[in-house]
């Protein structure tokens, strides 16, 4: 006869820290459908993220725990749900129901241009479906659109759904969504400050995005009249900044991490593109840019380096062919850091938006729940 019973289980459970968030599973809810049958404890841990770098820890934590208190036979099923980032927390409000199928909005940005933002976009976004995450991928370049021709899209054209919303292209297990599928290639967009906003509004109001745990956001360059809209529409869960090892990129990079503090809209890291090359011949690493200050620099912003990928060949090849380069070379090293990438991605997304949430309850404590 089992002398634990779920009283005993859950305190047990309640010893073991989600390390990221550092509070313990059972207060933070993650211990779901708890079932003691003939000595056999099964239970569901439901993480924040599915693309969570420390499922392995805490599944050996929860294990760990059971046995302490004898429980010899588990199902210990691993899970996940990423919680909605809505920073002003109140449901109804516009930006609440905008998108209202989507958790977690993540912008890739950087102050300059050309320095990788819309493959970062691409391969991170394809990255954290293959970990298990639902996610879409929208171009917020209105004027130079690069996901049709990366997502080797240029013929494709979007549908409408039953009722009346454009339904995103899937592809690579990503809906996306693209200026560039409006448009013929030769055509020019010429719209202006409000018009781009408008564009940007409608490419979040009257898409139907659907259940989506990430979709990323490929910013346009810069920090101009898109960048405040997108932070007015919607509650950005954070945004990944793009640099390259220059200093001169990186005076551009403090520009853009200014204006998103401005908006309120957390930085959650540095990712340095073109970090190095990586000689095919033997292996050795060169830093044709010089040696990288990255680290010190982010140090400087408090900002951790999410990724430092490096310049291949194969990237900007498989690029313009339409096939990013963790489809065309999954088990490259370069597919490999971009896998990283999405991990340390939706875990600083999952500590963010409990933050935002535990600031919320403590102003509840406050002010009262309205
Ligand atoms: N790590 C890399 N190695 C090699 N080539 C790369 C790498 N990252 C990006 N590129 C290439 O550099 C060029 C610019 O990249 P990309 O279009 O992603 O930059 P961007 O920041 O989105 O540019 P824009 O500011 O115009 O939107 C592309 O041709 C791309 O294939
Ligand atoms: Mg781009």
Redesign the pocket.
Known sequence: MANFDKATILEALGTVNDPDLHRDLVSLGMIRDLEIADDVVSLRVVLTTPACPLKGKIQSDVEAALRKVGVEKMNVAMDAEVHRANPDGTPGSPQAERMPGVKAVVAVA?G??????????VNLAISLQRLGAKVGILDA?IY?P?LPI?LGLRESRPTMTADEKIAPVPRYGLQAMSMGFMLREDQAVVWRGPMLGKALQQFIEDVDWGELDYVIV?M??GTGDVQLSLAQLLPVAGTVV?TTPQDVAFADVRRAIKQFELTKTPVLGIVE??SHFVCGGCGAEHHIFGESRIESHAAKYDLPVLAR?????V??VS??QGEPIVVAAPDSD?AKVYSELAQRVAQAVAVETHKRAGVKEKLQGFFGKR
Do not use: Q, Y
């Not at 300059?112 to 976009?121: E, L, P, Q």
């Not at 990928?309 to 060949?313: A, F, N, T």
């Open positions: 950087s300059k241009g050309g320095v990788g933002k819309s493959t970062v976009a370049d130079g690069s990366m490929d346009p360059p793009v593109n073109m990928i490096p310049l291949d060949g990237t900007a690029a313009d370069t």
